[in-house]
């Protein structure tokens, strides 16, 4: 299992090995011990998964508030997804920026998205599916959401506004400079 960073504190990108031969391959996908080692000391009580049927689709930027800030662990069993985690730290010198990751089925890629991050994701084909793993519990007096274009945070989606598959919830939430601080 390899663990590649970032530029910016606190995401990680997970690439399990895959052993393979005629039949296919077999991967470790998750180990605690190494996870806690080279990425961070958390315990994941929750498994989500999602399905997206249309290519465009769109999900996110979303988050929790304390005391119920999730981290999340995320895959793309079957796909690809353009994956995006915002860092919302006000005490970061990276608040407002933001890492990226193509997640799919083939690759077996995985992103870590901590605590204090926005997270969402785009398909970039159609029928995908995404698991992830997540170190709280959903709570939707902690839920919040950031506007998936805000212009301040230069994301490169792969999707125009008019093409974007929604949830009405996600076309509305918060600019950057709207939200306030979130995470210290």
Known sequence: MEFRKFDIDGPALVIPRRIGDER???????????????????DFIQHNRSYSRPKGTLRGLHFQLDPRAQG??????????????????????????????????ENG???????????????????????YLVTDYYSPEHDRGLLWNDPALGIEWPVTEADAMLSPKDRTQPRLADLGVVFA
Do not use: M, N, Y
């Open 24 to 42: 296919g391959w077999f991967a470790e996908e998750f180990r605690a011990h190494a996870f806690k080692r080279h990425v961070a000391d958390v």
């Open 109 to 131: 890629h995985q992103l870590w998205v901590p605590a204090g991050f926005a997270h969402g994701f785009c398909t970039l084909e159609e029928d995908c599916e995404v698991a």
């Open 72 to 105: 999340k662990l995320v895959r793309c069993p079957r796909g690809r997804i353009l994956d995006v985690a915002v860092d919302l730290r006000s005490s970061s010198s990276t608040f407002g920026r933001h890492v990226v990751a193509e997640l799919t089925g």
